[in-house]
């Protein structure tokens, strides 16, 4: 079976050609139009030399190009790398190089961040441009055109065999430190992403014509991945409405009022989001826009926290839409769902039933029953990465053996409930040790954005003489409102225990985050070094 990224689409070209594949604004493609690009840059990448195992970085916004990119590398047997679009030069130069890019395709808005660097990576050697309305001459570093590239090849789709054991890779920044390439085989990443393993059920797909033979005999869902293609979850969610005949809906950027517009448009079925990031701007921008949103039948949101105060506007706005939050990482892929209901108990962070892959395990890598009040870590065996790209030390970490079987252990925290169900904690990498207690950053902010008066927080943990750490958090009110310090404390306690309440609070315009959604806790930290604190006393009197 060739489980490999590029058959897997190709099948659903050859049962749907004629089937909507991809829509961005006024542009749009069939499945048939998005294979024949696609077709068209694989042959011109390889007629400049790329060829399988070669790294290809796509340095784009959400477009219908920046997936077709995607699909040519796989088709030649290459790897697609994805390139933040915020990053800086010295960033840029350091993916550049640590992910061996030989050719790159880039939005001509980052032409002057490319000509900077690229002097200092001399294997880069084919360089692709989208235009945009953006005016940076490119010309001047040899890069072409990319209409023009597809217009001077060949369509044909006579390409190589591939295998299930092509390589994917995905860079991560995490939370900390410089991106990291996880490298995944195909099988096992569209296993634990791509629909390879039923989300629902833990039921693995039997072959690599399943999906799109479930798709031809069934009108195709519309899906709309609003992060952008840089985030893994938005790759994948892409990438299995490819497999499986739908349409996937793109945003350049994301706007939470052309989000719903984008919805009402084109009759969204199925819509990703990345927590409350985007989660709480979309709902405000939904009541405030009175948008029609009635074609929806499902939103899930993963990677991030999905607060439960946030749950419940959604469940109360929208009550005929599925609204499910999952945990996950790069190194593990899915790892389980939840379903939001009304009223749900607040658990600290996301709750879900694991699938059969998945354990907790303890400080001595042993299996955590159901309702141990210990705190383990989320461990994932069968379809896992091979490691990290370049780094075989962290690769070392990452993996450890239980009962004979290898698993991935990312380092996500996570408890067992009493039913089995697994509520997701946070990574130790954020956690506060505060006096020999463990806090999860993520359980604090889930409870201070409960507040009414909260838009939205990062936790972080500050030295403390006594403690060692003790609870901070910067907080960005909704605008017009200035919680008081003693209500914020008053409405956290009712939440959490004293010992996880912030005991040292800023206050910004704006918290920092990435073009996904995820928390910068490193801003966090630079910003409560270079801002004073909000004392008590200079908020005495002060109303929420």
């Known amino acids: 079976m060739a489980l490999n990224i590029a058959d897997l689409v190709e099948h659903a070209v050859d049962l749907m050609p004629d089937r909507l594949a991809t829509r961005c604004g006024e542009a749009s493609t069939t499945f048939a139009e998005f294979d024949e690009r696609a077709n068209r840059l694989a042959h011109y990448l390889a007629a400049q030399g790329v060829g399988p195992g070669e790294h290809v970085g796509v340095y784009a916004r959400n477009r219908i190009e920046a997936v077709e990119a995607m699909l040519a590398a796989y088709k030649l047997r290459a790897v697609a790398i994805n390139i933040n679009y915020r990053y800086t030069a010295n960033e840029l130069r350091y993916i550049f190089d640590n992910a ?84 995944w085989r195909h099988e096992d990443v569209w296993r634990v992403l791509g629909g390879g393993i039923d989300f629902v059920t833990g039921e693995k797909v039997v072959d690599e014509w399943q999906q799109s033979q479930s798709g031809a005999q069934a009108p195709g869902l519309v899906r709309f991945p609003v992060p952008p293609l840089i985030h893994g979850a938005a790759q994948w969610a892409a990438l299995q409405s490819l497999f499986t005949g739908g349409t996937v809906v793109f945003l350049p950027r994301f706007d939470a009022h052309e989000v719903w517009r984008t919805v009402q448009r084109y009759r969204v079925q199925v819509m990703l989001i990345v927590g409350d990031a985007m989660a709480r701007p979309m709902i405000e921008a939904l009541a405030e826009g009175g948008y029609d949103a ?75 029953a159901a309702g141990s009040d210990t705190i383990g870590r989320i461990a994932r065996g069968g379809n896992i990465p091979l490691g990290y790209y370049k780094d075989p030390a962290k690769t070392a970490e990452l993996f450890t053996e239980i009962e004979g079987k290898r698993y991935a252990v990312p380092g996500d925290f996570a408890k067992v409930e009493d039913d089995g169900t697994v509520t997701m904690l946070g990574r130790g990498s954020t956690c506060v040790n505060t006096g020999g207690e463990k806090v999860f950053v993520e359980e604090v902010e889930s409870a201070l954005k409960a507040h009414p008066d909260v838009f939205d927080a990062l936790v972080i943990g500050i030295s403390d003489e006594l403690l060692g750490q003790r609870v901070a958090a910067v907080v960005q009110p909704r605008p017009g409102a200035r919680p008081a310090l003693d209500t914020l404390d008053t409405h956290t306690r009712s939440r959490i225990a004293g010992y996880k309440v912030p005991r040292t609070y800023w206050f910004t315009d704006a918290v920092s985050r990435s073009p996904s959604g995820k928390p910068d806790y490193a801003w966090a930290q630079e910003y409560a070094r270079n801002n004073p604190e909000v004392s008590w006393t200079e908020q005495a009197g002060t109303t929420g």
Do not use: C, W
């Open 294 to 368: 009635s074609s929806l039948l499902a939103i899930a949101s993963s990677a991030a926290l999905f607060s439960p105060s946030v749950k419940e506007q959604y469940l109360s706005t929208l009550e005929n839409v599925v609204l499910t939050d999952s945990i996950g990482s790069s190194e593990t892929g899915f790892s389980g769902l939840g379903m939001a209901q009304r009223g749900a108990a607040f658990t600290g962070g996301p709750r879900v039933r694991i699938d059969p892959d998945n354990i907790v395990i303890d400080e001595r890598n042993r299996p955590i």
């Open 100 to 183: 061996d890019l030989v050719a790159l395709v880039h939005e001509r808005r980052y032409a002057d961040k490319v000509a900077a660097v690229l002097p200092e990576v001399p294997r880069l050697r084919t360089v692709l441009v989208l235009d945009d309305d953006a005016e940076p001459e490119y010309a001047r570093y040899g890069a072409v055109d990319y209409e023009t590239a597809l217009a001077d090849s060949r369509p044909d789709r006579d390409f190589p065999e591939r295998s299930a054991d092509d390589r994917y890779i995905l860079y991560t920044g995490g939370t900390t430190g410089y991106p990291k390439g996880v490298v």
